[in-house]
T-cell receptor, first 112, second 113 residues
Framework: QKEVEQDPGPLSVPEGAIVSLNCTYS??????FMWYRQYSRKGPELLMYTYSSGNKEDGRFTAQVDKSSKYISLFIRDSQPSDSATYLCAMLIAAAGNKLTFGGGTRVLVKP | AAGVIQSPRHLIKEKRETATLKCYPI?????VYWYQQGPGQDPQFLIS???????DKGSIPDRFSAQQFSDYHSELNMSSLELGDSALYFC????????????FGPGTRLTVT
C-alpha cells in the first residue's frame, strides 16, 4: 500500500465551481505537506505548502491539513479552464533528507 | 525568474546504451533532487545532493549514478539501459533559505527502444 493515497479522478467541474482535492497518508512522521500542479508533459509546479494542522490561503487556493486524521485537502475557488491539470499532493520528513513522497495525482477538468 | 534547466529535453536510446542527463538548478540553490516519473505514475525519488555531497538515496538502480559539481549542476548517468527506464526524469532544486520548496525543471523524456 502506498504511503500517500490520492483519488486519480478525473474530476470534472464547470467553470467557476470549487474544486476539492484530498489525500490521505499513513506515515505520521510526515511534517510538510505540498500541493503541486502538473500540466501534461511538464514539470510539477509548486502551488502551496503547509507545516502544521489548519488552513492556509493563497489567492484562489486554500490548503487544509488535519494531522490527527492524516488527511490533507486543497480547494480551488472560482475554477478556470486553465486550472485543468493533474494535482499532486506530496509530503516530506525534514529529518529524512527532504525527499518528497507523492500521491498518485488527481486529474482535474474544468469545463467552460 | 530563472528556473531549473534540464538537458536534453528528449532522449532516445537503445537497450544497453548509456545516457547522461543534466540539471542546472536555480541560481543560489545548493540542493538538487532527481525523480523518475513513469507513464501514468507519480514521481519517485532517486537521489539528492547537498553542497556537492550525496545527501539521500532512494530507489535508484545500481546502473545509475549521479554527482553534483562545483557549480552545483548535477548529472545523472544511466548505463545498460533497459526498456523499463523509459520515463520522465525530473530534477528539482532548493536553497538553504527555503529548504522545503522544491522547484522542478521541465524534465527529460527518456525513451529506450
Amino acid at each position: 500500500q502506498k504511503e500517500v493515497e490520492q483519488d486519480p479522478g478525473p474530476l470534472s467541474v464547470p467553470e467557476g465551481a470549487i474544486v476539492s482535492l484530498n489525500c490521505t497518508y499513513s506515515n505520521s512522521a510526515f511534517q510538510y505537506f505540498m500541493w503541486y500542479r502538473q500540466y501534461s508533459r511538464k514539470g510539477p509546479e509548486l502551488l502551496m505548502y503547509t507545516y502544521s494542522s489548519g488552513n492556509k490561503e493563497d489567492g484562489r487556493f486554500t490548503a487544509q491539513v488535519d494531522k490527527s486524521s492524516k488527511y490533507i485537502s486543497l480547494f480551488i475557488r472560482d475554477s478556470q479552464p486553465s486550472d485543468s491539470a493533474t494535482y499532486l499532493c506530496a509530503m516530506l520528513i525534514a529529518a529524512a533528507g527532504n525527499k518528497l513522497t507523492f500521491g498518485g495525482g488527481t486529474r482535474v477538468l474544468v469545463k467552460p | 525568474a530563472a528556473g531549473v534547466i534540464q538537458s536534453p529535453r528528449h532522449l532516445i536510446k537503445e537497450k544497453r546504451e548509456t545516457a547522461t542527463l543534466k540539471c542546472y538548478p536555480i541560481p543560489r540553490h545548493d540542493t538538487v533532487y532527481w525523480y523518475q516519473q513513469g507513464p501514468g505514475q507519480d514521481p519517485q525519488f532517486l537521489i539528492s545532493f547537498y553542497e556537492k555531497m550525496q545527501s539521500d538515496k532512494g530507489s535508484i538502480p545500481d546502473r545509475f549514478s549521479a554527482q553534483q559539481f562545483s557549480d552545483y549542476h548535477s548529472e545523472l548517468n544511466m548505463s545498460s539501459l533497459e526498456l523499463g527506464d523509459s520515463a520522465l526524469y525530473f530534477c528539482a532544486s532548493t536553497s538553504d533559505r527555503s529548504p522545503y520548496e522544491q522547484y522542478f525543471g521541465p524534465g527529460t523524456r527518456l525513451t529506450v527502444t
